[in-house]
């Protein structure tokens, strides 16, 4: 399995661009989500989905939105990139959605810069 | 999710034990201790979680307090790959929609 993982690695973006974060896992993971880093900060959450075709807001969704189509993917958008959107964006799943306990697994990480 | 509290930063030589603390001083009773690290800027990793009994598996052991109101991550022999931030995190339920702080950055030296 190739786990989680993300496209592309690193990206530089002028203000006002628009752009898709790609996000796969072949593990038939229910849940999903995206977190962003910031630098000597914690992850935060953005957007997470429960299941194919149903998503919700996280901790810092503005900016952003999300689409589940599919068990497998998870894609970012980002509709009108700006500088306060640099940052290393984190995607991760679990085979659950439930109260039981579900590890995390995430993935290598997307580097954007939005000058 | 109650809040937790970690020291910023700690050293451990190799072949020791490190011992890493977290305060959790309002957790409720159905709220659970989990443990993430992040090794130099990768993805986090799933190391262990508890809810009141002690827990050990095969990366670490989680040691948390009779009134659970803090806990500790014991790597028992540290090397230089266990350097990175450690993440405590409490939370009902399931392990989705983590709360990340800032962690402990545990760095190992020779």
């Known amino acids: 399995n190739a786990g989680v993982t993300q496209t592309p690695k690193f990206q530089v973006l002028k203000t006002g661009q628009s752009m898709t974060l790609q996000c796969a896992q072949d593990?038939?993971?229910?849940?999903m989500s995206w977190y962003r880093q910031d630098p000597g900060m914690g992850l935060r959450l953005i957007h997470y989905?429960?299941?194919?075709?149903?998503?919700d807001q996280g901790e810092v969704p503005n900016g952003y939105n999300v689409s589940r189509s599919t068990t497998e993917d998870f894609p970012l958008r980002l509709l009108s990139a700006a500088p306060s959107q640099t940052s290393v964006y984190f995607c991760?799943?679990?085979?659950?959605?439930?109260?039981?306990?579900?590890?995390?697994?995430f993935g290598p990480g997307t580097r954007l810069t939005v000058l | 999710d109650a809040k937790t509290t970690q020291p910023t930063s700690m050293d451990c030589a190799e072949g020791r034990a490190a011992n890493l603390p977290c305060n959790h001083s309002?957790?409720?009773?159905?709220?659970?201790v989990y443990w993430y690290r992040q090794i130099h800027s990768q993805g986090p990793q799933y190391i262990i979680h508890?809810?009141?009994n002690n827990e050990t598996n095969e990366m670490a052991s989680l040691i948390i307090t009779e009134d659970r109101k803090s806990s500790t991550l014991i790597l028992p022999h540290a090397t230089l790959r266990d350097t990175a931030v450690y993440y405590c995190?409490?939370?009902?339920?399931?392990?989705?929609?983590?709360?990340f702080g800032t962690g402990t950055q545990l760095k190992v030296e020779l």
């Open positions: 991760a799943s679990s085979s659950s959605s439930g109260s039981g306990f579900y590890e995390q697994f």
């Open positions: 593990m038939n993971h229910e849940y």
């Open positions: 989905s429960v299941g194919a075709g149903i998503t």
């Open positions: 309002t957790i409720s009773g159905n709220e659970y």
């Open positions: 508890g809810l009141k």
């Open positions: 995190i409490v939370r009902a339920g399931g392990g989705n929609k983590l709360t």
